[in-house]
């Protein structure tokens, strides 16, 4: 028997704390993407707080990261994007980190701990939200190695509770 999950909602102080992180952190103008009054849950999954912005599954903060779910379109398709090759999605999708041979193209410029969005060849499907070890213009020149840390990917404890989220 499945555990029921339980969304607490935020306070008003929690919430404009919240907002202010998001806008700080992820370059958001909360107003305009969240609405005046944005109705914030959170629901913790194994340490990490997980987000909803009114009903939405948007946001994590763990560790004192902050990033994205895969569902938030609007964010991640803003994001550079990391073409990876087929071989690397099973990988991808069970956690592991992005390595220097399974990419294939970079698009967009990005620092050394910026958020990327890492998609398939493929389909363009995204995969993983993932922090660079790197900047851009040193990626071009590794050909081993880690490049990306994974951060929340396709099969993970947040995406599980996205779908079960999506199937209601």
Known sequence: MSKAIKRLPLRKKERKR????VSENLGIETEEVFGHKPRIEVVSVKGRNV???DGAPMLVISDNAMF???IFDRYINSLPKVVVDMGAVPHMCNGADVMAPGIVEINGEFEKNDLVV???????QALAIAQALHNS?????????????NLHHVGDDIWN?????LQR
């Open 118 to 124: 890492v998609v398939d060849e493929r389909n363009r």
């Open 51 to 53: 987000y909803f912005i």
């Open 18 to 21: 919240i907002l202010r992180l």
């Open 68 to 70: 994205p779910t895969l």
């Open 137 to 149: 213009e040193e990626l071009k020149n590794l050909k081993k190695g880690k490049t990306f840390k």
């Open 161 to 165: 509770l996205i779908k079960k989220f």
